[in-house]
Structure formats: C-alpha cells, structure tokens
Nanobody, 121 residues
C-alpha cells in the first residue's frame, strides 16, 4: 500500500523559514509528479509547488521567490523549503504524488495526511 509520510511544519514567526518533507513508500513502480498543496478552513485546497519529471518545477505566484521545491529521487522524497514566511502562508500543507504502483497497475493521485504550518506575527 502506497503511503505519503510528511514531516516538518510547526510554528514560526513572520520572516522565518521552515522545511517540509514528504516520503512516498510502498510498492511504487514509477513516480511522476510530487508536490505540495495547502488549505485553510473554508477554502479550497490550492497548489503551492510541484516537481514534475524532467525537473520541471511549478510554483503558485504567491510563493515564487520564497519557496523552493526539490526532489531526492533515490528516496522518493520531495522537500519544500519555505523562506520569508508570511502569516498568509498559515495553512495545512498536504503532500501530493502522482504515481504508478505495482498493486493497482495504474497511475493514481495520492495525498498525505497534512501538516500544520502556522506563521505568527
């Protein structure tokens, strides 16, 4: 069974930095895209950053220049380095992966449980 396990997150002051990590485990045959979305209460989940195969990085306009996504292929892990954090970055951050598992034999979207990031004044 495929799992996405997130780590990092927590409480930080405005202007501070945090790193989120997400490791995909299980019977993975191939992995295409990994990344992060975030959600605040009452709002839809929104894209933060994606790392696509071919080293194609995608960022939301709101985080460009402040966040950097990177991938450790050998570990099926994606990291999100968040800098110059703002109170508007406060949200639950969800790891995302599009992958092909041995169990299903098809490409599916997977989500982590979410990790809270809180930026204080």
């Amino acid at each position: 069974q495929v799992q996405l396990v997130e780590s990092g997150g927590g409480l930080v002051q405005t202007g501070g930095s945090l790193r989120l990590s997400c490791a995909a485990s299980g019977r993975i045959f191939a992995l295409d895209t990994m990344g992060w979305y975030r959600q605040v209460p009452g709002a839809q989940r929104e894209l933060v950053a994606l790392y696509r195969s071919g080293k194609n990085e995608v960022y939301a306009d709101s985080v460009k220049g402040r966040f950097t996504i990177s991938k450790r292929d050998s570990l099926n892990t994606v990291d999100l380095h968040m800098g110059n954090l703002k109170q508007t970055d406060t949200a639950v951050y969800f790891c995302y992966a599009e992958l092909l598992s041995h169990d299903t034999g098809t490409w599916l979207d997977y989500w982590g449980q979410g990790t809270q990031v809180t930026v204080s004044a």
